[in-house]
């Protein structure tokens, strides 16, 4: 079973917007923190933005004002507005949790969705 699952990439223009979403199964939700990552080709992936669990968010400068991270915690689902899309935010975007214990860390991904802005 995958823990995590990706949904709503897609084709958009230059301005455009999208939703993302990241619905979780067969972990506790609430007890990780909540990120997405993107990796364009030819680049290492990097951290886009990221929610804890008390709901405090991280954003790259590269997307600071034009995107927003959110949790619902009772629908175990991360989602990821992103507006005034730019072709330099094409890439295959990944959902994180992490949870770090006493005992170690954990770390699911999802299988990744394809953002192309194009026009």
């Known amino acids: 079973q995958v823990p995590l699952v990706e949904s709503g990439g897609g084709l958009v223009q230059p301005g455009g917007s999208l939703r993302l979403s990241c619905a979780a199964s067969?972990?506790?939700?609430?007890?990780?923190?909540m990120g997405w990552y993107r990796q364009a080709p030819g680049k290492q992936r990097e951290l886009v933005a990221g929610?804890?669990?008390?709901?405090?968010?991280n954003y790259a400068d590269s997307v600071k004002g034009r995107f927003t991270i959110s949790r619902d915690n009772a629908k175990n689902t991360v989602y990821l507005q992103m507006n005034s899309l730019k072709p330099e935010d094409t890439a295959v975007y990944y959902c994180n949790a992490h949870r770090s214990t006493v005992v170690g860390q954990y770390d699911h991904w999802g299988q990744g969705t394809q953002v192309t802005v194009s026009s």
């Open positions: 067969g972990i506790i939700f609430s007890m990780y923190v």
């Open positions: 929610i804890t669990r008390s709901g405090s968010t």
